[in-house]
């Protein structure tokens, strides 16, 4: 619903759309001009500093005393999407169809910025609300709605700038992510507040004042946390712990749909290489990483009391035919297990799995598969699935020949967390797996480490398995990479990535990289992980703060939408020659 003239944010009427839009262009070009910056400080440019000049452009918008109209949000939407249209263009790597996907994707996420530069002026201009303030609403509920709408996207946040410099993220412990995009904003504000706005030096005081109060408090809670546990771990040494020597696969193979069966096996046989290496290492490795869906032989199984469909056979009566397959997926899982004995090595082995039921229905799942070479097994199944890439919504209504429905395969969705248990000298430490853009999702995170904890399997490291072979090797693995380090510091936990096509990785809980395969190669990356007391799962601010932001945030703009109209703008005072005698 808009008001008169179309105009939804502004508090005061505006022109014709074609003037205001000439009249505007220096908001636009502001509006430009953070965006470029905001990429610049991302990877792969990485100039991480600019972030904080970002919001500093944005002063000039929030502070603008003429509102904007329709057509004004709409020219910032236009900006915005070419934004992410040169972020996100890895979308279009793996088909031809998914540069569809990246168009629709990208017009979708267009839609925030505008959101945060709207919910600030409502709030700041509408209902009074200090600019600082309204600015950290805006922030936290634009940023909650992009990482919950449509399943939740949360590459090329802002704080993802400073994922290399693990001082500046500490506050991600008890704000999450969130927290460290805020204190940048803040930042960034108070700059551009001390920069832009004519006020008296008091008030210049003020805000320089903050501004390093700001910067002040985050390098003393950053400097203090790295202090913190370099110490645990130098602590957990001197009394004797052994750490866990764990070695992580990566290969630098990329492809495109439809992968085809040669290349799948070629990938499989050079991992077996790999894992084959890495056990005859000396020390040998107490645990083998494999990427998501690097392992090319499916994995069957059937549920309790399941069966396998029967296909018919005349030789064969139903029941027969039930035994006979039975008997060869036990053969085949002693196979593998035969495999892993050789190894004398516990492996995660990233899969496809088929679980039958009672009815002889097939479930189909991407998994991480836990072996150890005494037999045991333990299946962790993918639960936060890609739209478009692994499942498509309403699939059943669609025709069979709709490119996507063909392109896309079919997965199902896993019903929880998993702890694989890994024993060590008599010790046993939980691994939680998680798999490919899931470890994007921290809230999943956060709420596999209290299920698992709540059934006394409290994790000590995250694994996380992916396969971004799709994308060419480009900024997206940058920016995954990134992910990974904010989930570390965010759960205080190790963090593990076995990738193909990226970075493996080894991330302590303060969040450095310790070790980090190369680009485009192939190789075994090492971590001799430390074991230190998982801390047990507890709500922080950062839980709650983004989700009240955007009530708050979505409150303010619905009442624009519906009420905006009733504010109409003050009549021009009536001027008075003063030549005239009054």
Request: net charge neutral.
């Amino acid at each position: 619903m808009t008001g008169r003239n179309g105009n939804i944010f502004g508090v005061v009427n505006v022109k014709s759309p074609l003037k205001s839009c000439f009249d505007r262009f220096p908001a636009y070009g502001w509006f430009l001009l953070s965006l470029v910056l905001y990429w610049l400080a991302l990877p792969p440019v990485n100039c991480c500093w600019l972030a904080f000049s970002v919001p500093v452009c944005w002063v000039k918008i929030w502070k603008r005393e003429e509102s904007f109209s329709s057509w004004d949000y709409l020219l910032f939407w236009g900006i915005s999407v070419g934004f992410w249209m040169s972020e996100i263009i890895w979308v279009s790597y793996p088909h031809a169809a998914t540069i569809l996907g990246w168009l629709a994707l990208s017009c979708y996420l267009g839609i925030y910025f505008p959101l945060l530069i709207g919910v600030t002026r409502i709030l700041n201009r509408r209902f009074r609300v200090p600019l600082i303030l309204a600015v950290l609403i805006g922030f936290l509920a634009s940023e909650w709605g992009r990482n919950h709408g449509l399943g939740g996207f949360s590459f090329a946040s802002l704080e993802h700038a400073f994922y290399r410099h693990p001082l500046w993220i500490q506050l991600a412990d008890i704000l999450n992510e969130y927290g460290v995009g805020g204190m940048i904003l803040l930042v960034g504000t108070l700059a551009g507040l001390l920069i832009w706005e004519p006020c008296g030096f008091r008030k210049k005081s003020i805000y320089l004042t903050s501004l390093v109060l700001v910067l002040v408090g985050t390098v003393i809670y950053g400097n203090r946390q790295l202090a913190y546990w370099r110490d645990q771990e130098e602590t957990a040494l001197k009394q004797g712990t052994v750490p866990i020597r764990i070695a992580i696969l990566q290969n630098a193979r990329t492809f495109s749909f439809p992968v085809p069966m040669s290349l799948n096996t070629q990938i499989h046989q050079e991992y077996e290489k790999l894992s084959n290496r890495a056990s005859r290492e000396a020390p040998p490795p107490d645990l083998i990483i494999w990427p998501e869906s690097c392992f090319g032989d499916t994995w069957f199984d059937l549920y309790s009391g399941g069966a396998v469909p029967f296909s018919g056979s005349e030789s064969l009566s139903r029941e027969q035919w039930q035994e006979a397959s039975k008997v060869r997926i036990d053969e085949y899982h002693q196979k593998i297990l035969r495999w892993v004995q050789n190894l004398k090595t516990p492996v995660i082995l990233g899969l496809i799995s088929i679980l039958g039921d009672s009815e002889g229905n097939q479930d189909v799942f991407n998994s991480a598969l836990f072996l150890t070479p005494d037999g045991e097994q333990k299946r962790y199944d993918k639960v936060h699935l890609v739209m478009f890439g692994e499942y498509v919504p309403l699939v059943e209504y669609l025709p069979d020949w709709f490119p996507l429905k063909t392109l896309c395969s079919s997965v199902d969705f896993g019903k929880g967390p998993i702890g694989f248990p890994l024993r060590v000298q008599n010790n046993t430490y939980y691994i939680s797996p998680n798999i490919c853009f899931e470890s994007t999702v921290a809230r999943l995170l956060k709420k596999q480490i209290r299920e698992l904890a709540a059934k006394e399997e409290n994790p000590s490291i995250l694994v996380n398995l992916s396969n971004d072979g799709w994308f060419r090797e480009g900024m997206q693995i940058d920016g995954h990479l990134a992910t990974h380090v904010f989930r570390a510091v965010e759960n205080r936990r190790t963090v593990l990535s076995a990738t193909h096509g990226g970075f493996s990785v080894w991330i302590d809980p303060a969040g450095r990289i310790r070790q980090q395969g190369a680009r485009n190669s192939t190789e075994i990356v090492w971590a001799d992980v430390v074991p230190l007391p998982p801390p047990e799962p507890v709500f922080h601010p950062g839980d709650w703060l983004p989700g009240l932001s955007a009530a708050l945030g979505g409150m303010a703009l619905v009442f624009q939408l519906l009420f905006g109209w009733f504010f109409r703008k003050k009549k021009a005072p009536i001027l008075v020659d003063p030549t005239e005698p009054r």
